[in-house]
């Protein structure tokens, strides 16, 4: 394991510092239409592009642990904090930690392992994966229609993936490509192990809770996962991506050292 500089530690202090800010104000969160889309991810994946994993994963552990006290008052959670069942408090820990702290983790090997495909080549790879996402949502949407269930969800995910490619393509030059791929990835690792490891620990506690059949709590949390999911994901690739500019701009600056320096303390490479 490298050994961690001070750099790195004082910004796992000021991110974590920001994830508690955000998290104990609206800050973290933006209404999107009839949605509230978490930001509370952002600072995680900035940390774990320019700090490496192991600031990622901690900075991460401080967003999961905000969100595992923030349990006895949210609505979904509460009945399981009441419940004073041991297990299952143990197993909401792990539902708010785990996928948070995997958030940075996931940002940081991502960055690191697209570091030499070069922009042109990721954009290509970037759209091509969206086309494919495209496709197999206009499918399911096909299916939905046939079958005479809503399809709402899929438009709306056809929406998130026009805008996410019109604003990389349309602003290519200043889109770090790396930094796409890593908010991408680890945006949708929270998203989807959260979903997953809540609907499959707490299943029957939610419909016995809420007086709702399995079914209905599946497509609950699927659809909270898709609608909240494709904004989060939006405002993350612009938001990080953007932030991340500047940070790149202060690095290069050469301000407190050298750049060779800030690359090896920041763990981040150009």
Known sequence: MKKV????????????AICIVMALTPLGYVPVG????????????????????WIGGITGLVFGITSFLQAPTDPTFSPIWAS???????????????PRVLIGIVSSFIYKATEKISNKLSIIIFVAIQLLAFSLN??????????????????????????????VVRSYKKFN????????????????????????????????????????VK?????????????ELILAVVLVNYISLGLFAYLKGGKGGNNQTKSNETGVSE
Not at 40 to 46: D, E, G, K
Not at 84 to 98: E, F, G, K, S
Not at 141 to 159: C, K, P
């Open 138 to 167: 206009r499918w399911q949407m096909i299916r939905n229609i046939q079958t005479g269930e809503s399809y709402w969800v899929n438009l709306l995910i056809d929406a998130a993936i026009i805008i996410l490619n019109i604003l």
């Open 177 to 216: 490509m790396q930094v796409v791929f890593a908010t991408v990835m680890g945006t949708l690792t929270n998203t989807i192990l959260f979903i997953l490891m809540a609907y499959q620990f707490f299943k029957h506690q939610f419909a016995a809770a809420f007086k709702i059949s399995l079914e209905t």
């Open 5 to 16: 500089s001070t750099r790195q530690i004082t910004m796992a202090g000021i991110l974590s």
């Open 219 to 231: 497509n609950i949390w699927v659809t909270a996962g898709i609608t909240n999911g494709s904004m």
């Open 84 to 98: 004073a069942d041991a297990i299952q408090i143990i197993l909401l820990l792990i539902t708010t930690l785990v």
């Open 34 to 53: 009839p949605v509230k889309a978490t930001i509370l991810h952002i600072p995680v994946i900035i940390a774990g592009i320019f700090g490496g994993y």
